[in-house]
């Protein structure tokens, strides 16, 4: 059996996830927020996952319907990300921001923003290329 050395000495937060290392097989675990960083341990006993808050990047929030956060995606500076989805990713998001500070967690893009931001920019491009010109 292989041991497995202790991020944490306190955790400030433990909350109930799932990691969704792959969206066909999602591990229902728990996540430990804690001085040394972010554990996830897996229900199972297999799987683990320890990120210190010196290797996160980024933490984008999946927010619905302008109120509602499902879950966070945690960037980490060898570009991996990891997917939690949590019932209490509000109070998750509170314990990073203090570690991390409020510049590193952000929305994370949705499809329906990226579409319209695409269809915008798409537009621009064709009414300054096609527009009326001005005599002079």
Excluded: C
């Amino acid at each position: 059996m292989v041991e497995v050395e202790i991020l944490n000495h306190t955790a400030e937060g433990t909350f109930k996830v799932n990691s969704m290392v792959s969206a066909s097989d999602p591990k229902p675990g728990f996540l430990i927020l804690g001085d040394g960083g972010l554990e996830f341990r897996a229900d199972s006993g297999h799987g683990y996952i320890m990120i210190p808050w010196a290797n996160i990047k980024r933490v984008r929030a999946q927010v619905y319907m302008k109120t509602h956060i499902r879950g966070f995606f945690i960037d980490v500076d060898d570009g991996r990300s990891f997917n939690f989805v949590a019932s209490k990713a509000v109070e998750a998001l509170r314990i990073m921001r203090d570690h991390l500070g409020s510049a590193k967690l952000v929305k994370a893009a949705t499809l329906t923003g990226t579409m319209n931001k695409r269809f915008h920019n798409l537009w621009q491009n064709v009414t300054k290329r096609f527009g009326r010109k001005e005599n002079k």
